[in-house]
């Protein structure tokens, strides 16, 4: 399950449990406990693949690591959200690029690979209103955050609000076009190379393919 990661996401997989094992030794606790939610997190879709019988291909899982990781290791711990003002924009528009592929592929898996099933553009669509979703979804989560807890996760409240979701709308809209250029037959590696991977990898979900 390990074995066939990249070399990168099990050097950060040692990284995060190092970090962990040595700031509990240390009793820094919250270090340790930002080390090890983010190795948890990063370790869910490898785990959720497995127990759905599901081949991801490696480089989407070492996506999904460095994200992880950016996100809440080098965003919390390093103060990379302060530090540099481009990181909250850059993490928004590489998950919604992702949460497109994702909501691509699930609707591709509805139609067994048929991509004449629906028209390109109704499933493109589909995949971008789900990656927007999961942006939305997270901006509601933010706001109930600061207002529960009195956190500051929206920073600049609704100008920082509308700047994800525009971000995301960019990103997501990436992920959709790459899934309507695998429709069409464009194939020319990148995001659309993740998507054939995907569909090679797991042919029991696209009996249905046809050039």
Known sequence: MFSEQTLLARVIWSVL???ALVAMIQTRWSLAFVALATLGLSLVPVLAARWAEVKV????ITAVVVFVGATLFLGEVFDFYERFWWWDIAMHGGSAVGFGLIGFVLVFMMFQGDRFAAPHFAITFFAFCFAVMIGVI???FEFSMDQLFGLNMQKSGLV???GDLIVDMIGAGLGAASGYAYLKGLQYGGLTGIID???RRNPR???KKRK
């Open 17 to 19: 449990a190092i970090t």
């Open 57 to 60: 291909p490696p480089g989407f």
């Open 138 to 140: 997270w901006e509601v």
């Open 160 to 162: 920082d609000t509308m």
């Open 197 to 199: 991977e995907f569909v």
């Open 205 to 207: 979900f696209f009996r």
